[in-house]
Nanobody, 121 residues
Framework: QLQASGGGLEQAGGSRKLSCTVSGVTMSNYAIHWFRQAPGKEREFVAAEVGIRLSGPDKKYSDSVKGRFAISRDNSKNTAYLQMDSLKPEDTAVYYC?????????????WGQGTLVTVSS
């Protein structure tokens, strides 16, 4: 089970940190993903981090958030994070965390409830 939290209203240029609490599985075995869905738009990939180091990058970001967002995890707390800096109004969306034991994938097996982030201009 996954649960995202930390959403809220933020001003453009501000920062926000989302959390994803994982229960029922050993989080260190899973790649953690963040996706988002803006009103009237399709869900899009934001960031992901592999659980157990595999060949290739440990972390991956979409071009729209690269350099502004950072994904991290604390396996001892079964919690993953998405630090969002330099927020823009176009970052407004419901943010979802997801997990998959296979690694970074386009459609993870496990999803949590989303948390809404609203960025005002």
């Amino acid at each position: 089970q996954l649960q995202a939290s930390g959403g809220g209203l933020e001003q453009a240029g501000g920062s926000r940190k989302l959390s994803c609490t994982v229960s029922g599985v050993t989080m260190s075995n899973y790649a953690i993903h963040w996706f988002r869905q803006a009103p009237g738009k399709e869900r899009e990939f934001v960031a992901a981090e592999v659980g157990i180091r595999l060949s290739g990058p440990d972390k991956k970001y979409s071009d729209s958030v690269k350099g502004r967002f950072a994904i991290s995890r604390d396996n001892s707390k079964n919690t993953a994070y998405l630090q969002m800096d330099s927020l823009k109004p176009e970052d407004t969306a419901v943010y979802y965390c997801a997990a998959d034991i296979r690694g970074i994938v386009t459609s993870p097996d496990y999803w949590g409830q989303g948390t809404l982030v609203t960025v005002s201009s």
